[in-house]
């Protein structure tokens, strides 16, 4: 018998304890019997009743390496979404010939038909608010928002004819990471991981790193694993306090009664497993055993400290804080360890011109210097380490921004900024077998429209998915009776943007 004082070796045990009645109770016992009896037909029938679990590897591992399709050119993924969508005419296209029509009537052209999120009436056309030039062996034209950023150039493959069905933000965000409008659906990197496993026992196959302020305005499906088993859901780290939130164990639970009571709800749990073939049962094996391996590991790797002061100077970090910058020098550390995909979310890029926080500016500066030299940072560490040519970085927004400029109710914003643009957009990648210093895709000289070599939001996915080396279409999981996959029925790689 155990103590009647609450103690958490005492909540363990009373739970294993209603573990063992539960699955003693007569209900289960004539579910089982139900079983063998099918079972028995099953045999008969020549089925094999060992067989795998969609989803579950064969060693009852769900996280454990599995071999791509063909041999891939990146292992792993660093995916830096900036969350509201940063003007690309700002950044990355320059149009001189919307700078001549600034400030005269948008063309009914541009709006007959269309849907956008704020603008009513016709707004007036905006020209670039920035200087551009052209930088690097690649000729590649750049805003003076990216003085550091304009030093790795020659890495980057330059995505302009990005398009989305989507013009608001959280639809936006759930179809660029989920391949839907909707939620349920697996993420971009739960597919990377439920396809390839993670090289690191240790830590997560998948981690999520938030800065900015705020999350991100889809919230959580956007790194979930939907259908997937649960296993290979994002696991959300904080750059600053406890890496991960109730890592610790609880005061008065010693490490070794943690191992022995895990070891006692594992016996139940793979029992379980026997019995329903839940994969679940299998996520939540792993999923514990994982947690009392980060418990080890998980500080050393989340310890910038480490890192000598050159590092921090190339990065920008400050130690203790949430930043994008600190998250940056965190996506280095956890490649390093073998962290398959890393996704980092930085809020605060919407550019509204609703306010000076999201007007081109003043608020869009800023965030342009927060994210400029640290970005910069991470490719150049990623190559002077030689990680680069298998690590693919992959920086955007969910959608661009109009070259008109935003009139809310059907007047001018009273500070400078556009409204959501689905209609193109600039994304850029570098490293994990992309070309470098390479521009694909064109919009018409007022940035409105994708005129040349138009990508889709599956056509990326595609591309993502091929270099982890895997046929998308392939990759495919079973759910209510059909093959799912990240594309759905769509999606081409973009075959010219791959070295």
Not at 284 to 294: G, I, K, N, P, T
Request: hydrophobic letters at 35%; a neutral charge; aromatic letters at 10%.
């Amino acid at each position: 018998m155990f103590s009647p004082k609450n103690t958490p070796l005492d909540g363990l045990i009373r739970e294993r304890l209603a573990e063992e009645l539960r699955l003693s109770t007569r209900r289960e016992f004539l579910r089982n019997v139900g079983f063998c009896l099918g079972g028995l037909a099953l045999t008969g029938l020549g089925m094999d009743l060992n067989a795998a679990v969609p989803g579950v590897r064969p060693d009852s591992n769900p996280l454990g390496p599995l071999g791509p399709h063909f041999a891939p050119k990146a292992r792993r993924v660093i995916y830096l979404h900036m969350v509201g969508a940063p003007s690309q005419l700002e950044l990355f296209d320059y149009k001189p010939e919307l700078a001549k029509v600034s400030g005269k009537p948008c063309p009914a052209s541009f709006l007959d038909g269309k849907r956008f999120a704020f603008i009513k009436g016709v707004p007036n056309m905006l020209g670039p608010q920035f200087p551009f030039k052209q930088y690097g062996e690649s000729g590649m034209w750049l805003s003076d928002r990216l003085p550091h950023f304009s030093q790795v150039v020659d890495e980057v493959c330059m995505i302009k004819s990005m398009r989305t069905p989507q013009f608001n933000h959280a639809p936006a965000q759930l179809m660029i990471h989920t391949g839907k409008a909707i939620s349920g659906n697996p993420s971009l990197g739960a597919w990377s991981v439920y396809g390839l496993g993670t090289e690191n026992h240790n830590l997560p196959g998948y981690v999520v790193l938030l800065s900015g302020g705020r999350t991100v305005d889809a919230g959580k499906p956007v790194w979930s694993s939907g259908f997937l088993p649960s296993v290979y859901q994002g696991v959300h780290c904080r750059s600053k306090g406890e890496p991960i939130l109730y890592m610790s164990n609880p005061p008065g639970l010693s490490r070794e009664v943690r191992r022995s009571s895990l070891d006692a709800l594992d016996e139940i749990n793979k029992r379980t497993a026997t019995e329903f073939g839940d994969p679940e049962t299998a996520s939540r094996l792993a999923q514990y055993e994982l947690a009392f391996r980060m418990q080890m590991s998980a500080p050393e790797a989340f310890d910038l400290a480490q890192e000598p002061a050159h590092i921090h100077e190339l990065y920008g970090t400050e130690p203790g804080k949430e930043s994008l910058a600190n998250n940056c020098l965190l996506a280095r550390r956890l490649a390093e360890r073998g962290v398959r995909f890393i996704q980092l979310f930085d809020y605060g890029w919407d550019a509204h011109g609703a306010d000076k926080v999201e007007a081109l500016n003043t608020g869009f500066i800023d965030k342009c210097r927060q994210m400029d030299r640290p970005v910069t940072a991470l490719l150049m560490d990623l190559r002077q380490r030689g990680m680069l040519e298998d690590t693919l970085v992959v920086w955007g927004g969910e959608f661009g921004r109009t070259p008109m400029q935003e009139n809310r109710a059907g007047t001018p914003a009273a500070l400078v900024g556009r409204d959501h643009h689905p209609f193109a957009f600039t994304m850029w990648m570098a490293g994990g077998g992309v070309k470098r210093g390479f521009t694909f895709g064109e919009t018409d000289e007022m940035g409105y429209n994708t005129v040349k070599d138009p990508v889709h939001v599956h056509d990326l996915h595609a591309t993502i998915l091929h270099q982890l080396g895997f046929d998308h279409r392939k990759l495919t999981y079973n759910f209510q009776g059909r093959d799912f996959r990240l594309t759905d029925v769509h999606g081409n790689v973009v075959t010219p943007i791959i070295a």
